[in-house]
């Protein structure tokens, strides 16, 4: 199972940007899928997630930021917008995959780069 993100970049202080991730490979079905960020000299910390019934912000990002999951495509889009100082990092795409009925995977995506600039 392959997360490949998308929609990284430079963004202007309260700008704007979609993050969007597509999982392939041996999908049985999907639990959970995220957005992880990790600044310099920071732990990985959690974004957003979503699952069928629910999603979870961060306090930093709530209110400015919407996760959501297309099931048909197996991919999950992140919206940030007022984009601040402290949200350059680097941005991973996480999913909780079954591959088989009985076979549960935690798989991150390569990472995309998001950079806050004028």
């Known amino acids: 199972v392959q997360l490949v993100e998308s929609g990284g970049g430079l963004v202007q202080p309260g700008g704007s940007l979609r993050l969007s991730c597509a999982a392939s490979?041996?999908?049985?079905?999907?639990?959970?899928m995220g957005w992880y960020r990790q600044a310099p000299g920071k732990e990985r910390e959690l974004v957003a997630a979503?699952?069928?019934?629910?999603?979870n912000y961060a306090d930093s990002v709530k209110g400015r930021s919407t996760i959501s999951r297309d099931n048909a495509k197996n991919t999950v889009s992140l919206q940030m917008n007022s984009l601040l100082p402290e949200d350059p990092a680097v941005y991973y795409c996480?999913?909780?995959?079954?591959?088989?009925?009985?076979?549960?995977?935690?798989?991150w995506g390569q990472g995309t780069l998001v950079t806050v600039s004028s």
């Open positions: 996480h999913a909780v995959v079954a591959s088989t009925r009985s076979t549960w995977l935690q798989v």
């Open positions: 490979g041996s999908i049985f079905s999907i639990h959970r």
């Open positions: 979503i699952t069928s019934g629910s999603t």
